[in-house]
């Protein structure tokens, strides 16, 4: 999402015409739900995807000729042959998808796309607000503020909420608000051949990386190009570290050694972190896991540990057992569980 943002930035600043397209609403079998998005301009859809297939196909015509016209709209698709926008798809499911035109230059849009940049370089939530019938485009963070479009205090209430996606209807127009993006961050402890095969997969699928290593050479930021940030610390004491993990945050261990391991699993066990995965044999991680018992860990903070990490997917390489990793962990995003 934050590669999306950034090139809609460098089109418009560049003064270009570009059409953001996102999907509002989404109902039974559809190629992707509500939050997806892609960026058309005339040459055509250069970033983001809303699931590939008849449906992207159409909005990327429909995007095009509204890029002739100069203006807005939503499309409702119906899947399912012979009934409204057919496409001739029988997933049986519905889904609206608001395409906003944005004129070269506009200057709401930039503010926008450089406030979205700004939070995700501070690491904050971002709410992205559309009014589907008035035009209006805002962005709204708590500690920030709104910035963009004025909105109808309703609307800003609203993002107050747990939803993370919705419609709310203010002032006589509907407005569409999503969060683009989330707080959470990975800590990743160990910068071996795994931990480099696993962040360009997290990256690429929109979680935030930070490498954490005791050995210089594994800390360096040219091994993973792909990664927020890299720290060099003391194993044996992070305390400095787990005071900054929060309930949005996930850990990946999978440090050169048990020790370590269970080390960093030790403080990260005393923070509030969503999903905690750790490397290694099932006979090491009963015996750890006694260990941490004994240590005062309670039993019922194990629930959202993986320990081997990763789903069973019978890979054994270090890009294999990347990719169980990120599936797992998306899963967990997803709100999923953690699977097996």
């Known amino acids: 999402m934050r590669k999306l943002f950034k090139t809609l930035d460098e089109v418009l600043r560049a003064g270009g015409d570009a059409v953001l397209v996102s999907v509002v609403a989404g109902h039974g079998a559809t190629p992707r739900g509500t939050g997806a998005r892609m960026i058309v301009t005339k040459d055509g859809r ?4 809303i699931g590939g297939g008849a449906v992207e196909y159409r909005s990327e015509q429909i995007a095009a000729e509204l890029l002739e016209k100069r203006t807005s709209l939503t499309e409702k ?59 209006k485009l805002a962005a709204w963070n708590e500690g920030a503020g709104l910035c963009g479009a004025e909105l109808p205090e309703e609307v800003v209430a609203a993002m107050s909420g747990g939803e993370t996606a919705f419609q709310v209807s203010a002032g006589g127009s509907v407005y569409y608000c999503e969060r683009v993006l989330n707080p959470g961050r990975v800590y990743i402890f160990g910068g071996g051949h795994v931990a480099q095969a696993l962040v360009p997969v997290l990256a690429h699928v929109g979680f935030r990386c930070v490498v954490c290593e005791d050995r210089p050479d594994f800390a360096a930021k040219e091994l993973f190009p792909d990664a927020e940030e890299t720290r060099l610390l003391d194993m044996t004491d992070l305390s400095a570290l787990a005071a900054g993990v929060g309930p949005d945050d996930y850990v990946v261990i999978m440090t050169r050694g048990h020790q370590k391991d269970y080390e960093a699993q030790l403080a990260m066990m005393k923070t509030p972190a969503r999903y905690i995965g750790v490397i290694g044999s099932r006979n090491k991680h009963k015996q750890v896991r006694q260990r941490l018992l004994e240590a005062g860990i309670p039993e019922e903070a194990f629930s959202r540990v993986s320990a081997p990490i990763g789903l ?6 270090p890009e294999e057992i990347a990719v169980s990793v990120a599936a797992q962990m998306i899963m967990v995003r997803a709100g999923k569980g953690i699977g097996r």
């Open 312 to 317: 069973d997917i019978g890979g054994e390489t």
């Open 46 to 49: 250069i970033a983001g995807t």
């Open 77 to 135: 698709f119906r899947l399912r042959p012979n009934d409204i926008a057919d496409l001739g798809m029988i997933c049986g499911g519905d889904v609206d998808v608001h395409f906003r035109f944005i004129p070269g230059g506009d200057e709401t849009a930039l503010r926008v796309t450089e406030r979205i940049g700004k939070l995700y370089r501070r690491g904050e939530p971002c709410w992205l607000v559309l009014g589907l019938e008035n035009g």
